[in-house]
């Protein structure tokens, strides 16, 4: 779910850096807003780094290949932090391995960052649930969700900024097909993220706490 470069129209890139700088900017400012900003910069680092390394590990799936993506963990364990962490995870992927583009660096922050806010949204006060079967629902379609509405920002994206002179069919049946390849990674992003929170529940359940 990298858009590379030279794919989007001028207008959607444009839209796409306004879009994610709006949000970094809300994103910043209640970081700001926290009475210690520097406390969550340890776990934001370590996030960003995990986000990292995630799109070196391909799993091939028919007829593509697919790599995490954790835009639901990062939402969660990172709250407001997010957002930026994500941001800086793709640029230096981009620059790194090129996986995205520098012009398509705002759409692809926004086709994560936004799911991983929606994330953060669902599980802010996860760290209150008293029952694991719920906290194990909410963390399942925390994970699974994030993939989902992620594979459907990239795809309308996709299709809105098709040019002209493709075969409009042809494109849309392998933009359809990408977005079934990720429906096992929904899968196994939505078990991660149970798995995850599951832990800090039982050990270190501060750390889901409202952000």
């Known amino acids: ?90 640029a230096f992927q981009a620059v790194m391995f090129g996986h995205g583009g520098l012009t398509t660096l705002g759409v692809n922050a926004v086709i994560l960052g936004l799911p991983a806010l929606a994330a953060f949204g669902l599980t802010r006060n996860l760290g209150h649930l008293t029952q694991r079967a719920a906290a194990a629902i909410v963390g399942f379609a925390t994970g699974a969700g994030a993939v989902l509405l992620a594979v459907a920002l990239f795809a309308a994206i996709l299709l809105a900024g098709l040019p002209a002179h493709l075969d409009a069919g042809a494109e849309r049946a392998a933009i359809t097909a990408l977005a079934l390849a990720h429906l096992p990674l929904a899968l196994a992003e939505g078990m991660v993220v149970v798995a995850v929170l599951g832990f800090l529940r039982r050990t270190n359940p501060e750390m889901i706490v409202a952000r």
């Open 1 to 90: 779910m990298h858009i590379p470069d030279g794919i989007l129209p001028l207008g959607l890139s444009l839209g796409g850096w306004a879009i994610a700088a709006g949000l970094t900017a809300l994103s910043l400012n209640r970081i700001a807003a926290q009475p210690d900003p520097r406390a969550g910069l340890p776990r934001a680092a370590m996030m960003t780094a995990a986000f990292f390394a995630a799109s070196l590990i391909h799993i091939p799936v028919p007829p593509s290949s697919v790599h995490l993506v954790l835009p639901g963990l990062m939402g969660a364990m990172l709250g407001w932090y997010a957002l930026p962490a994500i941001l800086i995870g793709l």
